[in-house]
Protein backbone atom coordinates (compact mmCIF):
# COMPACT_ATOMS: atom_id res chain seq x y z
CA UNK A 1 0.00 0.00 0.00
CA UNK A 2 1.73 3.20 -1.15
CA UNK A 3 1.19 6.39 1.52
CA UNK A 4 2.06 9.85 0.66
CA UNK A 5 2.41 11.81 3.79
CA UNK A 6 2.89 15.59 4.53
CA UNK A 7 4.34 17.96 6.72
CA UNK A 8 5.85 20.92 7.70
CA UNK A 9 2.65 23.33 7.33
CA UNK A 10 1.92 25.59 10.34
CA UNK A 11 1.36 29.04 10.60
CA UNK A 12 4.08 31.72 8.74
CA UNK A 13 4.09 35.64 8.74
CA UNK A 14 3.91 37.60 5.75
CA UNK A 15 6.69 37.49 3.29
CA UNK A 16 8.42 34.26 4.83
CA UNK A 17 9.36 31.00 3.87
CA UNK A 18 8.41 27.62 4.77
CA UNK A 19 9.31 24.08 3.58
CA UNK A 20 6.81 21.25 2.87
CA UNK A 21 7.48 17.55 2.94
CA UNK A 22 5.94 14.92 0.72
CA UNK A 23 6.97 11.95 1.94
CA UNK A 24 6.30 8.63 0.28
CA UNK A 25 6.11 4.53 1.25
CA UNK A 26 5.02 1.18 0.19
CA UNK A 27 6.52 -1.83 -1.16
CA UNK A 28 8.59 -1.04 -4.56
CA UNK A 29 7.16 2.50 -4.65
CA UNK A 30 10.15 4.91 -6.21
CA UNK A 31 10.45 8.44 -7.30
CA UNK A 32 12.07 7.31 -10.09
CA UNK A 33 8.79 5.86 -11.48
CA UNK A 34 6.10 8.42 -10.02
CA UNK A 35 5.78 12.16 -11.18
CA UNK A 36 4.69 13.98 -8.10
CA UNK A 37 2.56 16.83 -7.77
CA UNK A 38 1.29 19.65 -5.25
CA UNK A 39 -2.21 20.92 -5.21
CA UNK A 40 -3.77 23.15 -3.14
CA UNK A 41 -7.32 24.15 -1.85
CA UNK A 42 -7.71 27.61 -0.13
CA UNK A 43 -10.90 28.23 1.85
CA UNK A 44 -13.93 28.82 -0.35
CA UNK A 45 -11.73 28.16 -3.98
CA UNK A 46 -11.57 25.33 -5.71
CA UNK A 47 -8.08 23.05 -5.93
CA UNK A 48 -5.78 24.87 -7.99
CA UNK A 49 -2.35 23.03 -9.56
CA UNK A 50 0.56 24.15 -7.82
CA UNK A 51 3.55 22.26 -9.10
CA UNK A 52 4.88 19.29 -10.69
CA UNK A 53 8.30 17.04 -10.46
CA UNK A 54 8.65 14.49 -13.17
CA UNK A 55 10.06 11.32 -12.41
CA UNK A 56 13.10 11.48 -14.39
CA UNK A 57 13.74 14.67 -11.94
CA UNK A 58 14.29 16.82 -15.50
CA UNK A 59 10.91 18.87 -15.55
CA UNK A 60 8.96 21.23 -13.53
CA UNK A 61 6.31 23.45 -13.53
CA UNK A 62 4.91 25.88 -11.62
CA UNK A 63 1.35 27.54 -11.30
CA UNK A 64 1.92 31.58 -13.02
CA UNK A 65 0.99 32.41 -9.12
CA UNK A 66 3.79 30.79 -7.43
CA UNK A 67 6.21 31.05 -10.20
CA UNK A 68 9.30 32.33 -9.04
CA UNK A 69 8.39 31.81 -5.35
CA UNK A 70 8.42 28.27 -4.99
CA UNK A 71 10.73 25.22 -5.81
CA UNK A 72 9.97 21.52 -5.68
CA UNK A 73 12.56 19.67 -5.41
CA UNK A 74 13.45 15.94 -4.57
CA UNK A 75 15.61 13.36 -2.08
CA UNK A 76 15.42 10.01 -4.14
CA UNK A 77 17.10 8.32 -0.92
CA UNK A 78 14.16 9.51 1.15
CA UNK A 79 11.43 9.38 -0.66
CA UNK A 80 10.59 12.56 -0.25
CA UNK A 81 9.53 15.69 -2.59
CA UNK A 82 9.95 19.20 -1.09
CA UNK A 83 7.81 22.60 -1.93
CA UNK A 84 9.62 25.16 -0.78
CA UNK A 85 7.92 28.38 -0.08
CA UNK A 86 9.15 32.06 -0.55
CA UNK A 87 8.02 35.56 0.25
CA UNK A 88 4.48 34.17 0.91
CA UNK A 89 1.46 35.90 0.68
CA UNK A 90 -1.43 35.74 2.57
CA UNK A 91 -3.17 34.13 -0.83
CA UNK A 92 -0.98 31.20 -0.61
CA UNK A 93 -3.01 30.09 2.38
CA UNK A 94 -4.50 26.67 1.80
CA UNK A 95 -4.65 22.89 2.47
CA UNK A 96 -1.43 21.18 0.37
CA UNK A 97 -1.67 18.29 -1.55
CA UNK A 98 0.68 15.95 -2.84
CA UNK A 99 -0.11 13.27 -5.51
CA UNK A 100 1.58 10.59 -7.72
CA UNK A 101 1.25 9.89 -11.00
CA UNK A 102 3.03 6.99 -12.94
CA UNK A 103 5.26 7.79 -15.60
CA UNK A 104 7.13 10.90 -16.79
CA UNK A 105 4.43 13.37 -17.94
CA UNK A 106 4.00 15.98 -15.68
CA UNK A 107 -0.52 15.94 -16.38
CA UNK A 108 -2.25 17.06 -13.46
CA UNK A 109 -4.50 14.06 -13.97
CA UNK A 110 -4.69 10.14 -14.04
CA UNK A 111 -3.54 10.65 -10.33
CA UNK A 112 -2.66 7.60 -8.17
CA UNK A 113 -2.27 8.26 -4.91
CA UNK A 114 -2.65 11.15 -3.28
CA UNK A 115 -1.95 12.28 0.28
CA UNK A 116 -4.29 13.88 2.49
CA UNK A 117 -2.70 16.98 3.00
CA UNK A 118 -1.33 19.84 5.22
CA UNK A 119 -2.69 23.63 5.91
CA UNK A 120 -0.23 26.06 5.40
CA UNK A 121 -1.76 29.63 6.94
CA UNK A 122 0.13 32.88 6.26
CA UNK A 123 -0.76 35.47 8.23
CA UNK A 124 -0.11 39.56 7.80
Known amino acids: QVQLVESGGGLVQLGESTRISCAAS??????????IMWFRKAPGKGREEVSC????????NYADSVKGRFAISRDNARNTVYLQMNSLKPEDTAVYTC???????????????WGKGTLVTVSS
Open 53 to 60: LSSNGRST
Open 99 to 113: AARSGRLCIYDGIDY
Open 26 to 35: GFGFTLDDYS
